[in-house]
């Protein structure tokens, strides 16, 4: 197989237990072997971070104190290559085989540049892992039953939002949401962002856009919740801004499951 054109760029604020069982699996499906930009983010680093990114070749980026999500992902994409990055989190493994993970991954590419979306998921479908907040909303809201009905009926703006959620859920969720959700290829969908939130798990992003638009914006945002008193973009971009813009997203059958293996404070 030969080197796809994107960068893979990892965020790891302490939880070594879990960036060590990631990178393994990286190694051992192939990811690792796809790119020669390979990049940990370390804020707040310990001299056992830096040698696990670098047992698995891992160029290790060094922040002398946490500074949250939004900011360790910010510094993160700005040391990497213009052009299509992977960015995620030290808790995410790699599920799917190489062919698999080679196959989605360069579909990914290709459509991220050919429909213009500003973000590819590309978390498991089958095996999300935990927890799955929007998951749990999207049923609660669409589910067939008179609970369900009644909520949408209560709630249709609340329940609007959610419909992105069901290429998670339903086998052919373009046939139950078929105004809001187009299929590309087979388990590949695109979905408004007036559907669906902004996710910070597992995303396929082109940097300079993720720059200049989402990180610009979401340090624009005042908000009164935080994560260990940090933005975390997510948080920010949950906002009339993000609906109103209609920005694509790109689903896909996804790659990592999120497993996370210890606490790290939140």
């Known amino acids: ?135 749990k909303k999207y049923k609660n809201y669409w589910s067939s039953n008179i609970i369900s009905r009644i909520k949408r009926l209560l709630r249709p703006f609340k329940a609007r939002k959610l419909i992105g959620t069901s290429t998670y859920h339903h086998e052919e969720p373009d046939k139950i949401h078929p105004n809001f959700v187009k299929k590309i290829y087979e388990g590949f969908y695109i979905v408004p962002s007036s559907v669906l939130t902004w996710a910070n798990l597992a995303i396929l992003v082109d940097r300079d856009i993720y720059l200049e638009t989402i990180i610009k914006k979401a340090e624009q945002i005042k908000s009164k919740k935080h994560i260990n008193g940090f933005k975390n973009i997510e948080i920010e971009l949950n906002n009339s801004w993000w609906r109103n813009k209609q920005f694509k997203i790109l689903i896909t059958p996804g790659l990592f499951k999120h497993n996370r293996l210890s606490h790290r404070g939140y």
């Open 1 to 135: 197989m030969n080197e796809l054109s994107f960068a893979i760029g990892i965020l790891s604020w302490r939880g070594y237990d879990s960036l060590e069982n990631s990178l393994y699996s990286y190694k051992k499906n192939g990811l690792s072997d796809m790119t020669n930009h390979k990049f940990v983010c370390l804020p707040d680093f310990t001299e056992e971070g830096i040698k696990i990114a670098k047992k698995y070749n891992y160029k290790p980026i060094l922040i002398n104190n946490n500074i949250g999500i939004l900011e360790g992902f910010k510094f993160l994409a700005e040391q990497m290559p213009q052009g299509p990055i992977l960015l995620l989190e030290n808790d995410l493994e790699l599920i799917e085989n190489k062919k698999e993970t080679y196959a989605q991954l360069q579909k990914s590419i290709k459509l991220l540049n050919e429909h213009r979306v500003i973000q590819v998921r590309l978390r498991s479908k089958i095996n999300p892992g935990e927890p799955f907040v929007g998951l």
